[in-house]
C-alpha cells in the first residue's frame, strides 16, 4: 500500500461521522447534484471518486444518510480544528446510547429470570460482576449511599462494552455502514475525547453533589481554603492547590481512558495496513488477547477513581 494510500486509510478510519449544527450537513461528506449525471460517469468504468471530480457536488445532509448517495471526501481544513463547538460526533453519540440500553436491556432480562430456579450461565456471570462491584464499593466507600452501587455498577459495565467494541474487525462496521450510504463510522465511543470528558465532568458534578450533601457548602469551602495550611492567611495559597486538585480529576479520568482506547485502536489499524494477511493475523490475535485486558482494566480503573473521588468527597475529616 502506497503512503498516501496508507494516510487515506488511517485519516478516514480516525474520521468521526459529524454533523454540522449549523445546517445539519455531514462534515467531509459530499453527493452528486445530478444523480444521473452522476451514474452515468460511473457506468463508464470510473471510480466514485473520480465520478465527483468530473460532477457538480453538494453536502450531505443529515437526511442524506443511509440512502446511498453520500460519499466521503476528506476536507484538510477540519483536520487542525481542534475544537469546534458547531459539530457533533454522531457515531460516538449513537453507539453509546446503544450500548448503555443493551447494558440495561441485559440486565433486566437476567433479573427476571432469577425466579425461574437453577440460575443461567448469563445469570451466574452477571452475578460475579455484581458481586464484584458490591465488594469494591464496600472496601473504598464508608458510608452509605444508595447511589454510589448502582452507579458504580453503571459506569463499569458501560465503558466495558464500549471499549469492547474496539475488538470487532477494524473494517467490518465501518465498510457495512459504506455500502448502507453512511461515509465514516467510529465504532470505539470511547477513543472520542469528547465522550470521555462528558463521563468525567459528570463525575465531576458528582463530587460537588456528595460534599454538599455530607459535609455541606461550608464544610467543602473549608476543604479547598484551610487544606493543607489550616491558617487563613494561606487562604489563597490553599485555594490554588486544592482547586489544581480538584480539576486535575475529571481531566485525568476522561484523558486517561481516551489515551488507552486511542492508542489501542491505532494498533489495530497499523496492522490491517500490513501487506500479508497472515502477518496481520500473527500480530492481530495476541494484540486482541492482550487488548481484552486493557478494556476490562480501563473500565475497573475508570470506576474505582469514581468510587474513591466521591468517597473523598463525603469524608468529614
Known sequence: MSENNSQGYISHHLHFLQIDLRDFSVVDSVKASNKEEFNQCLAKGNTSENCLQQVAIEKCKLSDLGSGVCYAQHNEKHESQIINPYTLNLDSLGLTVVLGFI???????????TTSGVPTKLQCFLEMIF???????????????????????T??????????????????LPEISKKLGIPYLRVVPSAD??????????????????????VGVGG???????????HWIF????????GVSL??????????????????????????????????????????????????????IFMVLTIVYLSMASDED
Not at 220 to 230: D, G
Not at 235 to 242: A, D, K, Q, S
Open 247 to 300: 480539576l486535575s480529576k475529571p481531566i485525568s479520568l476522561g484523558l486517561r481512558l481516551f489515551g488507552n482506547m486511542y492508542a489501542g485502536e491505532m494498533i489495530f489499524i497499523l496492522i490491517a495496513l500490513l501487506p500479508l494477511w497472515y502477518a496481520q493475523w500473527i500480530l492481530n490475535v495476541p494484540w486482541a488477547l492482550f487488548h481484552i485486558l486493557i478494556v476490562t482494566l480501563q473500565a475497573f
Open 220 to 230: 467543602f469551602l473549608k476543604s479547598i481554603t484551610l487544606h493543607p495550611f489550616n
Open 193 to 214: 475525547v469528547n465522550v470521555t470528558l462528558s463521563m468525567a465532568f459528570c463525575v465531576f458534578l458528582l463530587i460537588f453533589a456528595f460534599s454538599f450533601k455530607n
Open 131 to 153: 458481586d464484584f462491584v458490591q465488594s469494591t464499593v464496600t472496601s473504598i466507600f464508608k458510608r452509605k449511599s444508595k447511589l454510589i452501587a448502582p452507579l458504580s455498577l
Open 235 to 242: 487562604i489563597p495559597v490553599n485555594f490554588i492547590l486544592e
Open 155 to 172: 459506569v463499569f459495565m458501560w465503558i466495558f462494552l464500549m471499549n469492547l467494541m474496539d475488538l470487532l474487525p477494524i473494517d467490518l
Open 103 to 113: 447494558f440495561l436491556l441485559l440486565f433486566k432480562y437476567a433479573s427476571k429470570k
